[in-house]
C-alpha cells in the first residue's frame, strides 16, 4: 500500500503550484531537530556525541516555527536526539498543525506515555515511533533491555487514545529478508499501525557502530527478497512504489538531497542530515549556496552507498507525481 491518501493529495497540490511558479528546488519535508538530548544511545546514531553544552540546549518554539515557515514545506518530520524531552514539544505540535503543516513526532516512545496527555489527536498529526526489529533485535540496536516490550506498549496507548501512530524501521547488514518481512509482519498485522517507513542504514560518521551499515548491493538483495512474497502490496508503507522499486533494485533515481532539508540548534545543515558540511543560518541560503550537483552517488564518495529516504525519497515522490502511470500505480499501491 502506498502513502495515506491525504498525504498525496497535499503533495500533489504542492508539487503543481512548484511547477506553476517555475521553482526549481524546494521542500517537501524539512527533518526539524528542536534538540540534540536523547534518553538512548543507539548503535546507529550519533546525535548525542554533539558536546555537553550544545546537548543542554533547547530550540525556542518560535524559532522552530519560524525556520519551517520559511521553507514553505507542507510536511514536518520532527526529530532529535528524543523530542518528547524538550518542555515545550507539544506547543511547537500545536503551532505547526496551526499553520496547516503535516506533522510527524518521531520518538523512540519512552517517554510517550508521561506526555501523551499534553497532545491531542489531529487528522495531520502522527507520531512515528522507532522500531528496529523484533525485541531481541530492536532491544540489542537501541541498547537497553525492555525497549522493545516499552514501545510497543506506547504505541497501542496511543491508538487507544485515538492517535495515528506510525513506524520507522532501519535495517543493517546483520538483518535477513526474513527479519524484514517478520517486523514489518507485526507492525502491519498485530499492532495495525497508520503506515510504516523503512529505511537501509547509512554510514552515519558519527555513530558508534561503524560496522554494519548496508552497501547498495547489500541493499538491492535485502529489499528484494523481502518484498519477493508480494507483501510490499499489503503492508501499509509510507513510501511510494517508485521508491520501493529502487530499493529493491529495479530502477535507478538521482540524490534530490534539497527535497528534505534538516534544521536543526545550529541552523541548515549541508547538504542533508546524513553529511555534516556546515550549516547555512537561512533555507534561501541553504538552496543558493550549496553545491547539490556535488552530492549523490557518483559524485561524492560518501554517498557511494547512500539509498537513504532524505535523498531518494523525494526524488521518488517527484517522478511520481509527474507520471500519469505511477501517479495510479500508487494510488493502487503498486
Same mark, same amino acid.
Given at each position: 500500500?502506498? $502513502? ?54 533547547? $530550540? ?24 518528547? $524531552? ?220 547512500? $539509498? ?27
Amino acid at each position: 500500500m502506498a $502513502m495515506p491518501w491525504r498525504q498525496t493529495v497535499r503533495l500533489g497540490t504542492y508539487l503543481i503550484k512548484q511547477k506553476l511558479r517555475r521553482k526549481e528546488k524546494f521542500p517537501l519535508l524539512v527533518e526539524l531537530e528542536p534538540l540534540f538530548a536523547c534518553n538512548l544511545a543507539c548503535a546507529g546514531c550519533g546525535k548525542i556525541a554533539q558536546p555537553a553544552e550544545l546537548l543542554k540546549k533547547r $530550540m525556542p518554539v518560535e524559532q522552530a516555527v519560524a525556520a519551517v515557515q520559511e521553507s514553505g514545506a507542507p510536511m514536518v518530520s520532527i526529530a532529535g536526539g528524543e523530542p518528547l $524531552m524538550h518542555p515545550q514539544i507539544d506547543e511547537i505540535v500545536h503551532q505547526l498543525l496551526r499553520h496547516r503543516k503535516i506533522v510527524f513526532l518521531c520518538t523512540n516512545a519512552l517517554l510517550l506515555p508521561k506526555h501523551l496527555h499534553k497532545f491531542t489527536p489531529h487528522r495531520n498529526f502522527a507520531w512515528m515511533v522507532h522500531i528496529d526489529g523484533l525485541r531481541e533485535r530492536h532491544d540489542a540496536s537501541v541498547q537497553k533491555e525492555g525497549g522493545f516490550e516499552a514501545a510497543v506498549a506506547a504505541i497501542r496507548q496511543a491508538q487507544a487514545a485515538g492517535f495515528r501512530v506510525m513506524t520507522n524501521t532501519t535495517f543493517f547488514n546483520t538483518d535477513t529478508p526474513a527479519d524484514v518481512v517478520a517486523i514489518l509482519d507485526y507492525l502491519n498485522d498485530e499492532i495495525k499501525v497508520d503506515n510504516m517507513q523503512i529505511s537501509p542504514a547509512y554510514a552515519y560518521g558519527k555513530a558508534p557502530d561503524q560496522e554494519h551499515w548496508l552497501g547498495v548491493d547489500e541493499t538491492r538483495e535485502l529489499f528484494r527478497k523481502a518484498f519477493a512474497d508480494g507483501g510490499r502490496t499489503r503492508w501499509r508503507l509510507n513510501h511510494s512504489p517508485v521508491f520501493l522499486d529502487f530499493l529493491a533494485g529495479k530502477r535507478d533515481l538521482a540524490c534530490t538531497a534539497w527535497g528534505i532539508p534538516s534544521y536543526s540548534l545550529l541552523g541548515w545543515q549541508r547538504p542533508c542530515y546524513l553529511l555534516d558540511d556546515g550549516y547555512a543560518q537561512t533555507y534561501q541560503q541553504l538552496i543558493d549556496e550549496t553545491d547539490w550537483a556535488a552530492f549523490g552517488r557518483g559524485n561524492d564518495p560518501r554517498c557511494a552507498n547512500c $539509498m537513504a529516504h532524505c535523498g531518494y525519497e523525494p526524488t521518488a515522490v517527484i517522478a511520481t507525481m509527474g507520471s500519469l502511470r505511477e501517479s495510479v500505480r500508487a494510488v493502487r499501491g503498486g
